[in-house]
């Protein structure tokens, strides 16, 4: 299960709407996935045109729930980051379930992190009068400290870690994000004022909200509203921010090595290696970081990982599209993965969801070998339709209108060699309306 599966599924003993997810466009089909896979795909993802942080993102989500439910309820809404870790999901529960009594009196509650070490990598969040047994007003939120500092931030028992979780009612935050920074608030309101279901994501106003400034939702409001409340969590929490941290919250071997998937190591201690699809053998390694996955393979220090993104930064500079281009690629009716390309030919592995299809198109300039090897295949190749039963094969023809559908139960696997002289999807002409002869 993926951190974001494990994000919404924490949820289960909590009484709550289908969850708001906020993700870029390249990231929509990917968590849609997730999401159908857990029966919590229903229209609610929002996809941001560009990213601006958390401030305008949560105005999004307040907008659209606003906009689609009745004008007289004021829903209250828990702002959770996907990529956390919680250990006690009863103590988590428990921490919301406090909160949920300041959010509807319509405070603006954080979740303070009650620390176990002086962290320098994290910010903090300073108590103020408390508010009966489980809550107190913030009286400040602080900057990542240096060791010292944090050292005396967990003695004096009066900061917590800045969770960047939240709870509180949509039209309160909304009040108090256009009284703090009303221009966020007014890019935001026009984003949402004509939007666009396409499938089961929500399209908004990609001019209106590309004006927007970026900002944390630390900065735009709660450093300035006078209703802010912290309540207390003890939870097992992390925030991952990287493969050391994963490091970091993982049991280990009595060397400290930490492995997923299929991993053989000699000699080896303080080390992360996380195999995705082939083995990965180590030997003699220290305080290494080693990820291996279909697209590509990343060793690093473990102290030293954060720098990943500079290796991005190079892709990009180097005009390089492996930051953006991966071998396996999700689409509304299933997914794709790249096995072998060539110059002249590409095999990939076609899988499509049980009751789906893909859209009509043709090839001008390649053709297609597709072998059934799970599950049952509708085809239609012009106006003929067909099956092609496990371990049988057809031939997609260059310039040949065809159409591949999953009329089974069962997820539809194939596989697809396609050979010709442009591979890329620029030769891929939708068709649209294209209707086949019923047999």
């Known amino acids: 299960m993926t951190m974001l599966q494990h994000t919404v599924q924490r949820l289960k003993e909590l009484q709550t709407y289908s969850p708001v997810v906020i993700c870029n466009n390249e990231h929509r089909f990917l968590v849609a996935e997730q999401l159908r896979t857990i029966n919590k795909l229903a229209d609610n993802i929002i996809l941001e045109p560009v990213g601006r942080n ?210 053989v190591q000699f000699d080896c201690r303080d080390t992360y290696v996380h195999a995705e699809d082939a083995l990965v053998a180590t030997v003699g390694l220290q305080n290494t970081v080693v990820v291996q996955t279909c697209d590509a393979i990343l060793i690093a220090d473990k102290n030293h990982v954060q720098s990943v993104k500079k290796i991005v930064e190079h892709l990009k500079s180097a005009h390089r599209t492996e930051h953006r281009d991966h071998r396996e690629i999700f689409r509304p009716w299933g997914s794709i993965r790249t096995l072998v390309q060539g110059q002249e030919y590409l095999v990939r592995k076609v899988v499509v969801r049980p009751e789906k299809q893909l859209t009509a198109q043709i090839h001008h300039h390649r053709a297609e070998h597709w072998t059934v090897v799970s599950g049952r295949a509708k085809v239609i190749l012009n106006e003929r339709e067909y099956y092609v039963e496990e371990n049988q094969s057809t031939f997609i023809p260059a310039g040949v209108t065809h159409v591949l559908a999953n009329p089974g139960l069962i997820p539809l696997e194939i596989i697809e060699i396609q050979s010709g002289k442009n591979l890329s999807e620029d030769d891929i002409i939708r068709v649209g309306n294209f209707v086949s002869e019923k047999k």
């Open 54 to 263: 958390t401030a305008p993102a949560i105005a999004l989500a307040a907008f659209t729930i606003l906009k689609n439910i009745d004008k007289d309820v004021d829903p209250i809404m828990l702002v959770l980051a996907a990529d956390h870790i919680i250990q006690n999901e009863d103590a988590f529960v428990s921490s919301v379930m406090r909160a949920l009594t300041y959010a509807e009196q319509d405070k603006l509650v954080t979740f303070g992190i009650v620390p176990s070490h002086p962290e320098t990598g994290y910010g903090y969040i300073r108590r103020g009068q408390a508010q009966g047994n489980d809550a107190f007003v913030v009286a400040e939120f602080v900057e990542k400290p240096g060791y010292d500092v944090a050292c005396n931030y967990i003695s004096s028992g009066e900061y917590y870690w800045n969770s960047g979780m939240f709870m509180f009612k949509a039209k309160s935050y909304l009040d108090e994000l256009k009284r703090y920074r009303p221009d966020i608030y007014t890019c935001c309101e026009a984003a949402v004022k004509h939007t666009d279901r396409d499938l089961d994501f929500v399209r908004i106003d990609e001019q209106a909200f590309s004006q927007c400034p970026a900002e944390s939702i630390d900065y735009a409001v709660m450093e300035h509203t006078e209703h802010a409340i912290v309540v207390p969590m003890d939870a097992g929490w992390s925030d991952v921010g990287s493969w050391s941290s994963l490091w970091d919250i993982s049991q280990k071997d009595e060397d400290g090595n930490v492995h997923r998937g299929d991993v």
